[in-house]
């Protein structure tokens, strides 16, 4: 199984914004739910929003309202537009799919992520 790969991070400043994108080949990509999760330094990784293979949304409370999560099937890509930037916001994102419990989300398959930096 190859894992997800993201793109488009960078350093920006508050209020700025971003688009990440995500390709994840393959079936159970296709056919799952996918997610942006994110991690911080010396936090745990938490899912910041959703997308279902038939296009429902969900977000975490902190990026509502400021994140869109979107995606391709046919083209394998899952999307995260980030608009109103902060410094909180800083940390890692990865693509994935939407895991059943935390042991699988543990024991899965994680690309490198793409760095967000927001600076003050």
């Known amino acids: 199984q190859v894992p997800p790969l993201e793109s488009g991070g960078g350093l920006v400043q508050t209020g700025g914004s971003l688009t990440l994108s995500c390709t994840a080949s393959g079936s159970i990509y296709s056919r799952s739910a996918m997610a942006w999760y994110r991690q911080a330094p010396g936090k745990q990784r938490e899912l910041v929003a959703s997308?279902?293979?038939?296009?429902?949304?969900n977000y975490a409370d902190s990026v509502k309202g400021r994140f869109t999560i979107s995606r391709d099937n046919a083209k394998y890509t899952v999307s995260l537009q980030l608009n109103s930037l902060k410094p909180e916001d800083t940390a890692f994102y990865y693509c994935n799919r939407v895991f059943p419990t935390l042991d699988a989300m543990a024991l899965a398959y994680w690309g490198k992520g793409t760095l967000v930096t927001v600076s003050s």
């Open positions: 997308v279902t293979s038939g296009g429902n949304t």
